[in-house]
């Protein structure tokens, strides 16, 4: 169980010492708080410890993770903890607002972040991908003055991209999808045909839709490069 605690000794004129031990389980939502009084001086009765345990009524409690990462493991696990409990309880969150018919529609491409440990995703056509739910994360940036990235009519056949080759913000993006346990993550500059304006009018129509259907949406609020 992961605690975090806090240990404070005090002097005492009749017990050679009290501590005091407060335990708080974020992942658990457990309290625990330990006394301890050591016997007093001359005494041979032994060491007494009371220990007392309770959860907070409240499920919404704030949980701090212990590390100072952002792309550390805990980091990941609670931010799993906060997108589970919020699909499962928070009515928004189950798409219930989008229409049926529209719940199961998917943005024409997909970057594929199966293989990104080796250094590279893949830009997968939806129509080709196994019928049934498909989960995928969104992400919501601000594009850069220096757009160096996109996909266009030239490099359609690259399906195959290095993660060098990506700007920090989206190798962050592609990491992030990863340590939370997914696959597909949906980027507007490389899912869609920049300079089709055939496609990119069609999918802009439908942007809401595929942010609404993301399972989560990651927001970047600034980039100097796109």
């Given at each position: 169980?992961?605690?975090?605690?806090?240990?404070?000794?005090?002097?005492?004129?009749?017990y050679?010492?009290?501590?005091?031990?407060?335990?708080?389980?974020?992942?658990?939502?457990k309290?625990?708080?330990?006394?301890?009084?050591?016997t007093?001086?001359?005494?041979?009765?032994?060491?007494?410890?009371?220990?007392?345990?309770?959860?907070?009524?409240?499920?919404h409690?704030?949980?701090?993770a212990?590390?100072?990462?952002?792309?550390?493991?805990?980091?990941?696990?609670?931010?799993?903890?906060?997108i589970?409990?919020s699909?499962?309880?928070h009515?928004?969150?189950?798409r219930?607002?989008?229409?049926?018919?529209?719940?199961?529609?998917?943005?024409l491409?997909?970057?594929?972040?199966?293989?990104?440990?080796?250094g590279?995703?893949?830009?997968?056509?939806?129509?080709?991908?196994?019928?049934?739910?498909?989960?995928?994360l969104?992400?919501?940036?601000?594009?850069?003055?220096?757009?160096?990235?996109?996909?266009?009519?030239?490099?359609?056949?690259?399906?195959?991209?290095?993660?060098?080759?990506?700007?920090?913000?989206?190798q962050?993006t592609?990491?992030?999808?990863?340590?939370?346990?997914?696959?597909?993550?949906?980027?507007?500059?490389?899912?869609?045909?920049?300079?089709?304006?055939?496609?990119?009018?069609?999918?802009?129509?439908?942007?809401?839709l595929?942010?609404?259907n993301?399972?989560?949406?990651?927001?970047?609020?600034?980039?100097?490069?796109a």
């Amino acid at each position: 169980m992961l605690f975090r605690s806090s240990r404070l000794d005090v002097s005492h004129p009749t017990y050679d010492l009290t501590v005091v031990v407060f335990k708080q389980s974020f992942y658990f939502r457990k309290s625990v708080l330990e006394i301890q009084l050591q016997t007093p001086r001359g005494s041979e009765e032994t060491s007494k410890r009371l220990r007392v345990e309770w959860s907070p009524k409240s499920s919404h409690t704030h949980r701090c993770a212990t590390s100072s990462r952002t792309d550390s493991e805990d980091i990941a696990q609670l931010a799993n903890g906060v997108i589970q409990q919020s699909i499962q309880h928070h009515t928004l969150c189950k798409r219930e607002f989008v229409d049926k018919e529209s719940r199961g529609y998917l943005p024409l491409r997909l970057v594929d972040v199966q293989d990104c440990e080796n250094g590279v995703v893949d830009i997968v056509s939806t129509a080709k991908l196994p019928e049934g739910a498909v989960e995928y994360l969104a992400l919501s940036h601000c594009w850069g003055s220096k757009a160096e990235v996109k996909l266009t009519k030239t490099n359609l056949a690259n399906t195959r991209l290095s993660l060098t080759t990506l700007p920090p913000n989206f190798q962050d993006t592609v990491s992030i999808t990863h340590k939370l346990g997914m696959r597909y993550i949906w980027i507007d500059s490389i899912c869609i045909v920049q300079d089709d304006e055939k496609e990119w009018e069609l999918q802009s129509t439908y942007m809401g839709l595929i942010y609404a259907n993301a399972r989560c949406v990651i927001s970047v609020s600034f980039e100097a490069v796109a």
